[in-house]
């Protein structure tokens, strides 16, 4: 279905460029007119859904450009924690829960859940792509297909510093890796806008080895790197 918004009081195509007073016809994934419609048109349009933005501005959806979706389920978690007390006492607890689930029962219906919570969250809120680091699991991409958000997964890469439970053999690692991107990972010239990034979560959880291996994958394979640097003091001290 065809969606005509009209007279929106502002329209940003970009930084320079803001129009105003414009009605705008959106058409599948296009849009094919923007401009003033005869006020005949208006009043009688063909089948399409109306959206009067009288009073309201039209944006480009906007991107959150990095975030920890799974981390919807701890919102007030002990906030007042500093990171690497809050890492240990709340997020690797979950983390090791849903790992949990995954091995013994093949159960990933968490991630569909945090994954279609956290996209109508964005979604309702002008956000319309994601770029996900940590709990990669193939029913968060699958809820963000189904939800129609862009979405790009960066597949976390750990083998330091975070618990055994956690860890995995580098080759398991690898295999584990390379396998999100060949599922998931989408051409540019394709129409499903879910995207695959390589993503060492920060230095000091990864191995030398392992950090050339993502470097080598990504220069292959045409993949971008997505890592936290320098995020804390504790962090600049040890790599320094």
């Known amino acids: 279905m065809a969606i005509l918004i009209k007279n929106a009081s502002y329209l940003l195509r970009d930084v320079n460029r803001v129009e105003k007073d414009v009605d705008i016809l959106v058409e599948g994934n296009k849009i094919w007119k923007i401009g003033k419609f005869s006020p005949a048109w208006l009043d009688n ?23 920890h979706l ?44 945090w994954g279609l919570l956290s996209s ?20 968060v991409f699958q809820s ?18 975070i618990p055994d439970t956690l860890k995995e053999p580098l080759p398991r690692l690898q295999e584990k ?35 050339l291996w993502i470097r080598e994958q990504a220069t292959k394979r045409g993949l971008n790197i997505h890592i936290h640097v320098a995020e804390t003091l504790y962090e600049v001290d040890l790599m320094q």
């Open 45 to 67: 349009p063909p089948c399409l859904e109306v959206i009067d933005a009288t009073g309201k501005a039209v944006i480009p959806g906007l991107i959150n450009a990095h975030t």
């Open 144 to 161: 963000w297909v189904e939800a129609g958000i862009r979405g790009v997964g960066a597949i976390t890469c750990a083998d330091l510093w």
């Open 70 to 113: 799974y981390q919807n389920l701890l919102k007030g978690r002990q906030d007042d924690l500093p990171l690497v007390d809050w890492c240990n006492q709340v997020t690797f607890p979950l983390c090791q829960l849903i790992t949990q689930e995954q091995k013994e029962k093949g159960d990933e219906q968490l991630g569909y859940y």
């Open 177 to 211: 890796i390379l396998g999100f991107v060949e599922r998931w990972h989408t051409p540019k010239d394709e129409e499903k806008h879910i995207y695959v990034m390589l993503g060492p979560s920060a230095p000091f959880i990864c191995s030398e080895k392992l950090l």
């Open 120 to 139: 109508l969250e964005m979604l309702k809120n002008g956000t319309t792509t994601c770029i996900n680091l940590d709990m990669t699991l193939d029913t």
